[in-house]
């Protein structure tokens, strides 16, 4: 036998010797033994994990002794633990009408809120504080049952623990969250801060209040008092890195790249290197500064790539100018193995800015394989297949669009003025056009869209009216070759003529304004 079994029995033999000596000397039966003696029994059983013997030792105390409440608690636990739910509760009843103490009151109480049974536990808890008005563990537990079910009153419970614990740092703190549950954000910052001056090092009330000015955007507050419970965990670099992050949406970019930098040089791990990394590229993509941009970004895609990383860094080759290099970069962002669509879809973004139209078309319908219902992959396929002469293919896709989001402004004019251009669909066209006018009614682009459609339809006062407006929004190139056809079709050729060369000083490579511009000019001498 090994030591420690042997001191183990030593130990068991001794208090079995102790109680049948007190019981020997007191005169107490031998029942009264054998009741004491299953209940050590099944003492030593769940200290040492045996739980199916520790349930038989309790049952056969409380056969020998119905008043044993002691055992009838650690039998309803061992129910609960074991799913014998319907016994633990028949047991907590039989207990619950014999044995009024608060010890055993309390303990129902945590039972049946476990089970769910939130009505018999707060009448349990009432029950108590009737006897001990200022009995603090079942002030808390309705307070916090309450919490959930009717935040009020649990308010008026945690009122009551603060009354007799005024200088407890706690019960300001819970009855802040349940003040931020019913939306009163003063009242809970108030009380917050109470728990604050209550204990200084306490952080949770630091952290919650500094959770509240960050989400009122109020980031120089929060960063205050997330500094104060850095004061207490200086080597928390997780909430050092938050700190950075909010310095960042602060726009206070020189203190944000000093946190960044901290952490860079403090950290061995390269995943928290990598994530330095990236939060520096952002500083200086604020800044425009996009050489040290691509050069902080490419290494956190060395720590560790993503494909989101990709996609930055050949936004920061697109804005250097770089076209080919972001090319380059989103075709290895593909090589991951990961199908994500928005790399396709960038890909397809840039080869429709260098115009070309069959690689974008490609990377578009690669997007839509993957997923789809990405809206703008439709869009934009929708305009390479409209501005390459493919236009019944284009319908389709801004059809798409617009299922996905009615209230697209952008292809509902695109649309409608494809359909106006060409005169097809008017009427559609112009419910259409009025529909992006609902959404966005100063936008000059979509007046000018109107106006086309009144001067395809024949209506050519309204047209001119229409685009006269347009053109007090937007100076373009087409609102005015619009109006010059308008003013030739009233007969006014003068005035057509100024707005064709007014279009031609915009854009001067339009072959059909100088066309439109001689003709005129030839019959006007």
């Not at 009843?93 to 109480?109: A, C, H, P, W, Y």
Request: glycine share 4%.
């Amino acid at each position: 036998m090994k030591y420690r079994q042997i001191i183990k029995c030593f130990y068991f033999v001794l208090i079995i010797a102790l109680f049948f000596t007190n019981l020997s000397s007191a005169g107490t039966s031998y029942e009264d033994y054998e009741r004491y003696y299953h209940y050590l029994q099944a003492l030593i059983y769940q200290r040492y994990g045996n739980i199916l013997m520790a349930q038989k030792e309790y049952e056969k105390t409380i056969q020998l002794d119905p008043n044993a409440y002691a055992a009838y608690r650690e039998l309803i636990l061992i129910y609960t633990q074991t799913g014998r739910i319907n016994d633990a509760i028949s047991i907590a009843e039989e207990i619950r009408k014999k044995d009024n103490s608060v010890q055993t009151q309390l303990f129902l109480g945590g039972l049946y809120t476990l089970l769910g049974d939130t009505t018999t536990a707060v009448n349990i808890y009432e029950n108590v504080l009737t006897k001990e008005p200022e009995n603090t563990e079942a002030t808390v537990l309705l307070a916090g049952i309450y919490a959930t079910i009717n935040p009020e009153k649990s308010l008026d419970y945690w009122d009551k623990f603060i009354s007799f614990n005024k200088d407890l740092s706690d019960g300001y703190y819970q009855k802040s969250l349940v003040l931020l549950k019913l939306k009163r954000v003063a009242d809970a910052k108030d009380n917050l801060q109470k728990a604050i001056d209550k204990d200084r090092e306490n952080i949770l009330p630091r952290l919650a209040i500094a959770e509240i000015y960050e989400l009122e955007n109020d980031y120089l507050k929060s960063i205050q008092q997330y500094e104060e419970c850095l004061q207490f965990d200086p080597d928390n670099l997780s909430l050092l890195s938050h700190i950075g992050a909010l310095y960042h949406l602060a726009k206070e970019y020189d203190r944000a790249e000093k946190v960044f930098l901290k952490i860079k040089e403090t950290s061995s791990d390269p995943n928290i290197k990598g994530s330095m990394n990236f939060w520096l590229s952002l500083i200086y993509e604020e800044r425009k500064d996009w050489k040290n941009a691509i050069k902080y970004i490419e290494s956190a895609i060395e720590e560790e790539p993503a494909v989101s990383k990709y996609i930055k860094l050949s936004y920061y080759w697109t804005q250097s100018g770089n076209m080919k290099k972001a090319l380059k970069v989103l075709d290895s962002a593909t090589k991951l193995g990961s199908d994500d669509p928005e790399t396709y879809f960038f890909l397809g973004l840039g080869y429709t800015d260098i115009k070309e139209y069959k690689k974008a078309e490609k990377n578009f319908l690669k997007t839509l394989s993957i997923k789809d219902d990405f809206t703008d992959a439709h869009f934009y396929l929708g305009i390479i297949y409209e501005q390459t002469k493919r236009f019944e293919k284009s319908i389709p896709h801004l059809r798409r669009v617009l299922e996905l989001n009615p209230r697209n402004d952008v292809a509902l004019n695109y649309l409608g003025y494809s359909f106006a251009d060409r005169g097809m669909n008017l009427d559609e066209a112009e419910q259409l056009i009025k529909r992006a006018l609902e959404i966005s009614p100063e936008n000059g682009a979509y007046i000018d869209s109107l106006g086309w459609i009144y001067y395809k339809k024949g209506r050519v006062i309204e047209a001119k009216k229409e685009l006269e407006k347009a053109i007090g929004k937007l100076e373009d190139p087409v609102i005015y070759e619009h109006l010059g056809d308008v003013e030739k079709n009233l007969g006014k050729d003068d005035n057509a003529l100024k707005y064709y060369k007014k279009a031609q000083e915009l854009d001067r490579k339009n072959r059909t304004l100088k066309k439109k511009i001689k003709e005129i000019q030839k019959g006007l001498k």
